[in-house]
């Protein structure tokens, strides 16, 4: 496929100002300079928290005596959340994105407590999956909002602005977290955190409550919650949970809760997703079907990137962070790219090109763990996988606006974010059982790296994921059209 090719126009047809009429104002504006401010800070808040958090969990893992669970430590955030995100969608379309903004972010404040203050790394693990519940109901509220107040033009320009929100954190979380993660303990990156709620909370939610609450039709009666569908969502995240448990079990016993879990779990994810989502139909399947490979790699991949530098490279935890700080300036770059009106009727194309960056990132990134190769390759290798992942992400999210509805944005924003969080629980779940089954479970002297070599067990983490990526390249090619 020539990768200039225009994307079909059924998906986004290019709009034409019609003369005489002025352009509309930027997203900084005066009509919605005060709702940009504060839902990028939100964005600015979660960013922060999965940058700082990455880079102290695994000197967490060691101190709780938990490197063999430390795949559970990011799957409970990504296997909650997938309860809490069809709940946002149906809370968001009925009620507004009001009220499920601020409850996910006081819980997402109250995970990161939790987790700060935990004595084992079970409590550790419950307090990220808390978090998920926080999560999940923040980013589709958030979807549900840029839906409402923003003009379809507008839209790939604040998906910008919440990529561009993730560059200070990666550059600074890292190296904050780093420093209070050896001088203080990684106890204070968690607790410290939550300070941060006070602003959003200060800046978005009146705006909010101007030009987003209230449901979609003030006019139309409010249809109940569909009870069928949150029976669903719970299925699902009881369904990955029991897959990410036998994942790590490693024992002829675990086939028992692996099968319960796909019982649950296959059909009622079928139940939740756009009908075609699994054999890639054109239109939005398409889309959130690459939405979830995209995530699922990419995060599968980077989860273990911070642990195989400082165990596999004996970097100290600050310098296996910043390795990944220049992705977030990248994310944003490619973010921004994406936004650009001109390369509007290229956007199909520019998704495929994101998805050759993102495999060339994953299959590049285990080369450190031969010696001679030099350790700054894993931070070139994370720029450019970060760059495409900001094209993806951020194509998908507009795309996915301008196939839904107003009424079904909420639904529809849920099972994107669904296909993106489940995709990580289970290929979460995937590297980490092949990374224990392998050895690398006995990484636990994160220092000596001498004893805890184990780079067979990081590179089957990473190749795995990178030929997802490049399946990823073909589901591209079918976002144009109508699903079937």
Same mark, same amino acid.
């Given at each position: 496929m020539n990768v200039l090719e225009p994307r079909d126009a059924e998906v986004a047809p290019t709009s034409v100002m019609p003369a005489g009429i002025p352009p509309e104002p930027g997203i900084l504006g005066r009509t919605h300079r005060a709702l940009s401010l504060g839902i990028i800070t939100v964005v600015l808040l979660i960013a922060f928290e999965a940058t700082a958090v990455g880079t102290a969990m695994p000197v967490a893992a060691r101190e709780l005596d938990g490197i063999s669970l430390y795949a559970f430590a990011f799957s409970a955030y990504f296997t909650t959340s997938l309860f809490s995100m069809v709940l946002s969608g149906q809370w968001a379309d009925r009620r507004g994105p009001l009220a499920p903004l601020a409850t996910g972010i006081a819980a997402f404040g109250a995970g990161l407590l939790l987790s700060g203050t935990a004595s084992s790394m079970w409590l550790f693990i419950g307090g990220r999956a808390v978090q998920g519940l926080g999560g999940g109901l923040v980013i589709v509220a958030l979807y549900v909002v840029v839906s409402r107040a923003y003009s379809e033009r507008l839209r790939p320009a604040i998906m910008a602005g919440f990529a561009a929100s993730w560059v200070v954190p990666s550059v600074v979380g890292p190296l904050i977290a780093g420093a209070v993660t050896e001088h203080l303990g990684w106890r204070w990156v968690f607790i410290g955190i939550p300070a941060l709620v006070v602003f959003p909370l200060a800046l978005a939610l009146p705006a909010i409550r101007r030009m987003a609450s209230g449901p979609a039709d003030p006019a139309a009666p409010v249809p109940p919650f569909d009870r069928r569908r949150i029976r669903l969502a719970l299925a699902v995240s009881l369904g990955a949970a029991l897959l990410q448990y036998a994942g790590e079990d490693l024992r002829?016993?675990?086939?028992? *809760?692996?099968? /319960?879990?796909?019982?649950?779990?296959?059909? #009622?994810?079928?139940?939740?997703? &756009? +009908?075609?989502?699994?054999? %890639?139909? +054109?239109?939005? &399947?398409?889309?959130?079907?690459?939405?979830?490979?995209?995530?699922?790699?990419? @995060?599968?991949?980077? #989860?273990?990137?911070?642990?195989?530098?400082? !165990?596999?490279?004996?970097?100290? &935890?600050?310098?296996?962070?910043?390795?990944?700080?220049?992705?977030?300036?990248? $994310? =944003?770059?490619?973010? $921004?790219?994406?936004? +650009?009106?001109?390369?509007? *009727?290229?956007? +199909?194309?520019?998704?495929?090109?994101?998805?050759?960056?993102? =495999?060339? =990132?994953? %299959?590049? %990134?285990?080369?450190?763990?031969?010696?001679?190769? &030099?350790?700054? !390759?894993?931070?070139?290798? $994370?720029?450019?996988?970060?760059?495409?992942?900001?094209?993806? @992400?951020?194509? !998908? #999210?507009?795309?996915?606006?301008?196939?839904? /509805?107003?009424?079904?944005?909420?639904?529809n924003s849920a099972a994107l974010q669904i296909s993106d969080g489940l995709s990580n629980v289970i290929l979460l779940a995937v590297g980490g059982a092949t990374f224990a089954a392998l050895g690398g479970g006995a990484v636990g002297a994160l220092h000596d790296t001498a004893s805890a070599s184990h780079p067979a067990a990081f590179a089957a983490v990473f190749l795995p994921m990178a030929g997802v990526a490049l399946v990823g390249m073909w589901v591209a090619t079918r976002l144009g059209g109508q699903s079937k």
């Open positions: 002829w016993l675990s086939l028992i *809760p692996a099968a /319960a879990g796909a019982a649950l779990l296959i059909p #009622s994810v079928l139940g939740l997703l &756009p +009908r075609g989502t699994y054999r %890639a139909a +054109r239109g939005l &399947p398409s889309v959130v079907l690459l939405r979830g490979i995209a995530a699922g790699s990419f @995060i599968a991949a980077e #989860s273990f990137v911070p642990l195989m530098l400082v !165990t596999q490279r004996g970097l100290s &935890p600050t310098m296996a962070g910043l390795s990944l700080a220049v992705g977030g300036a990248t $994310w =944003a770059l490619g973010s $921004w790219v994406q936004s +650009r009106p001109r390369l509007e *009727p290229y956007r +199909r194309s520019l998704l495929v090109f994101g998805m050759l960056c993102v =495999a060339v =990132a994953i %299959a590049l %990134a285990p080369s450190v763990l031969i010696h001679s190769v &030099p350790v700054w !390759t894993v931070a070139v290798a $994370w720029a450019i996988g970060c760059f495409g992942m900001g094209m993806v @992400i951020a194509s !998908t #999210s507009v795309l996915l606006l301008k196939l839904s /509805a107003p009424e079904e944005a909420g639904e």
